[in-house]
């Protein structure tokens, strides 16, 4: 019964760690780590949630190239969606057990036809969507 009681107390901790936590203060953390990649967000509206924040009309930089704007990116504990007419649809999803991440994306056919080398990276499914599949370690 302690067990129990034990259990219960530690995902309590941890989901009210995850709402209470200052999203804020994440992103930017997060924004520093992209800039070592040469990857830069700006312009963008922050709004924060209970488990994670928002993001919209973001513009995304690489190497000093404007990329596309982002209509809307969700980020929450396990997931981050991505949505943007000049892109398409990503939606990433980390896998904690197996050590992993997978993202599925829809690009637009500008975007295929602009950036050819992402077949490289991703492999197509059955159903039209790109699947790219890291293990983390």
Known sequence: MKFLKYIALVVVFNIALLAFLPKQNLYYALEKQLEKYDVIISDEKFKSSMFGFTLNDASLYFKGVDL??????????????I??????????????????????????????????????YFKKQENGVYRYEYKLF
């Open 68 to 81: 596309a704007t982002l209509d809307k990116v969700n980020i929450s504990f396990s997931k981050i969606d």
């Open 83 to 120: 949505s943007s007419k000049e892109l398409g649809y990503a939606k990433t999803s980390f896998d904690i057990f197996n050590r992993s991440v997978t993202v599925d994306f829809e690009p637009t056919r500008t975007f295929i036809k602009k950036y050819k080398i992402i077949k490289k």
